[in-house]
């Protein structure tokens, strides 16, 4: 069977994430299918079984990438004549003469949390995603009748309110690291950690505040590590800005520390589920996908997304008593099944 796999506009973040995991669950499952991936640069490796054509030109601007949805992308497509064609980056693409397939990570059209403002300088481009782009995706989905693929129930629901397509919930497969470090914290603080890019609706802004509230209260001996660059904010010395780490780092930072989520629009939240599987103690917004990927975990806090006194009052909790602190990772925890992955979607009809 031939299979193309559309994720020209993947480069960086997220969206590269799901390309390299994907790559990955194909390579260890020793599938045997050929495998035709259109990008923008090399981010995988070809293989017997597994090929790359590159488009650059097409991820330079939205224009581009519509009309490739709209009427260029039919044509090269067409011409491999692939038995199923798989979208990875949300959108369908009109005139596919094979069966089509998408994956839709990108929440912000279907949220609730919160409604953007075209007027708000940093809102606008939000704004363009959840109410114009959100528009182009189900126009694409209706009249491409494609089968879509989402991480989360919650998802599935929003979705469904809007298009008949059929959907199929498929929840990201966590690797965990083969060697987890067992590394002990050097200073006796209690370490908040968050890793998430600098996006607004990441809601740093209420660690900001929550963190000024508790220094109020007296509490010092702490600290908080953010994956972004440094910010001009009070209480500097609280705050330890490390920038993008590896993947193994990140563990190495849940093994050590308690998880902060406070975003409010996600698909998945894949931080809350990997430090769940470490037995990490969270402190989560409240969310449609937070409750949903936390469900039956029984060391989180959910907390109102823009409640900063609120924050404050658990975090404190945890720096008065930091023996509620300790992160055994637990045979229980690691353990955990976890369902069929992309791969076995798209290549079994379900």
Do not use: C
């Amino acid at each position: 069977m031939k299979i193309v796999v559309n994720d020209i506009a993947a480069s960086e973040g997220g969206a590269l994430t799901v390309l390299q995991n994907f790559y990955e669950e194909i390579r260890s499952s020793n599938d045997r299918n050929e495998w035709i991936f259109l990008l923008n640069d090399d981010y995988i490796e070809e293989t017997d079984n597994i090929k790359i054509k590159l488009f650059s030109e097409v991820k330079n601007s939205w224009f581009k990438r519509l009309y490739f949805e709209l009427f260029q992308g039919k044509k090269i497509v067409n011409q491999l004549d692939p038995d199923i064609y798989f979208s990875l980056q949300n959108t369908a693409t009109l005139g596919i003469k094979a069966e089509q397939i998408v994956y839709l990570h990108q929440s912000l059209p279907y949220q609730k949390e919160k409604s953007f403002s075209f007027f708000r300088k940093d809102e606008w481009k939000l704004a363009v995603y959840q109410k114009i782009i959100g528009r182009l995706y189900e126009y694409l989905f209706k009249q491409t009748k494609a089968k879509i693929i989402v991480q989360t129930e919650w998802m599935k629901k929003a979705v469904k309110k809007r298009i008949s397509n059929k959907i199929v919930v498929v929840p990201p497969h966590i690797k965990i690291p083969d060697k987890l470090s067992n590394k002990k914290r050097e200073n006796k603080k209690v370490t908040f950690f968050y890793p998430a890019s600098d996006s607004l609706y990441k809601n740093h802004e209420v660690i900001y505040a929550a963190v000024n509230h508790i220094v109020k209260r007296g509490y010092t001996n702490f600290q908080v590590v953010l994956t972004i660059s440094p910010k001009n904010v009070m209480n500097q010395n609280i705050y330890d800005f490390i920038g993008q780490v590896s993947r193994d780092e990140v563990f190495e930072y849940y093994s050590n520390s308690i998880l902060l989520f406070p975003s409010y629009i996600e698909t998945y939240g894949l931080p809350l589920k990997e430090a769940s599987l470490l037995n990490v103690p969270i402190i989560a917004s409240k969310t449609d996908f937070s409750t949903e990927v936390l469900r039956g975990y029984d060391r989180v806090n959910f907390f109102n997304k823009f409640e900063s006194m609120e924050l404050a009052g658990i975090m404190i909790s945890y720096i008065a008593n930091d023996n509620k602190m300790n992160n055994e990772n637990t045979e229980k925890h690691l353990k955990q099944t976890q369902g069929n992955g992309l791969l076995d979607v798209i290549t079994s009809g379900k």
